[in-house]
């Protein structure tokens, strides 16, 4: 029987929770989007997250992989298998990376230019980029499978074999300079664009006229997306950059690749608040409140949703004197003849 540490324990745990809560959490998610395509039509934030959710399922598919190699540690596969075993887990982990990203930049647009950013809100523009990141990590990948040559990077010692685990100095030359410029144009830049985004959002919804509940909706769904980009993604390519530092592989590597398995479903739960019938349910009960509100005379009341931004309550069809002598009988009078306030109006966020 292999005698695991607590290390391999700890590992295993996450690995299997992550299995067991990531599979159907973004199953849900590419279930609910697809259906939300179908009835309203698709947007950038339903082709982000469908292609956030192949991103994770395909972490998923090699998953029990890793959880095998863990368990008995030992690499049972066909050393060539190494190779193409982390092509596909660092492919899901860097492009989900750069989907948070492009999620990010996309509210932004929408919040501080929102009239231009209309013209190229398109399904098919999103397409195009989401198929660009896709490239572009495949080109990153590749490039270093290329370099690698015919190394498997499958090493044994005594009778026990690893994949991408123990290495010598000439591989130690080709691997740590793969890393740190992955870790730089894969993370680092895409870390300072979200958090530019992110801190723009937060200020200009502060500022806002916004009611409480639309602010905390929005300040929520930014503030999460950029916590979890950091929990998930920093300390695995810290690791990258403190190894070049140290010209060597890094013993917590292993560990701080837990984080970043966490992403597959940590960001179901993003991408379900980026979906505006479940998260207006959630942020109500955080609050307290309904999720549609009506404001009348100063005051907050419940009223019955009412969809896009600001609606004035339509009257009936009447000519147009009698329609100018009510509004301003409306105007002077409440219901019991005191003075009221003009202005009446429906606000959702």
């Known amino acids: 029987m292999v005698d695991l540490t607590v290390t391999d324990c700890v590992a295993l745990s996450v690995y299997i929770f992550t299995f067991l809560l990531g599979l159907p959490a973004n199953l849900l998610v590419f279930f609910v989007y697809i259906r939300k395509a179908r009835k309203h039509g698709a947007t950038p934030n339903v082709v982000y997250a469908l292609n956030l959710c192949v991103a994770n399922l395909a972490f998923m598919v090699w998953l029990p992989v890793k959880i095998l190699e863990t368990l008995l540690k030992d690499w049972m596969l066909p050393p060539p298998m190494c190779p193409i075993y982390s092509f596909f887990l660092y492919l899901s982990i860097y492009v989900s990376c750069l989907f948070i990203t492009a999620v990010t930049v996309g509210r932004y647009l929408s919040i501080a230019f929102p009239i ?97 509940l639309g602010k905390r909706r929005v300040l929520a769904v930014a503030l999460s997306t950029l916590a979890v ?61 309904q999720s549609d509100f009506r404001w009348s005379d100063g005051s907050r009341h419940q009223g019955k949703p009412i969809s896009g931004f600001t609606n004035i309550k339509a009257r009936p069809t009447m000519s147009k004197k009698m329609q100018t002598e009510g509004e301003e009988k409306k105007e002077s009078q409440g219901c019991n003849g005191e003075q009221k306030k003009p202005t009446i109006f429906h606000i959702q966020v």
């Open 116 to 212: 231009v950013y209309k013209r190229y809100r398109r399904a098919r523009l999103s397409c195009y980029i989401c198929a660009s990141l896709w490239l572009l990590v495949m080109a990153h990948l590749g490039i270093g499978l290329v370099a690698e040559g015919d190394a498997y990077f499958v090493v044994v010692e005594n009778d026990v074999s690893a994949c991408y685990d123990h290495f010598n100095a000439t591989q130690l030359k080709v691997l740590l300079p793969l890393r740190l410029e992955m870790a730089v144009v894969l993370f680092i830049f895409p870390l300072i664009v979200t958090s530019f985004c992110t801190l723009r959002c937060v200020l200009l919804v502060w500022r806002s006229n916004l009611p409480c």
């Open 229 to 289: 980009f950091v929990i998930c993604y920093a300390p695995y390519n810290a690791s990258h950059i403190v190894g070049f530092v140290q010209h060597k592989s890094v013993e917590w590597r292993t560990i701080a690749m837990l984080t970043s398995s966490c992403n597959v479903f940590l960001e179901p739960v993003v991408m379900l608040m980026l979906s505006p019938v479940v998260s207006r349910g959630i942020l109500g009960r955080m609050c307290g409140q």
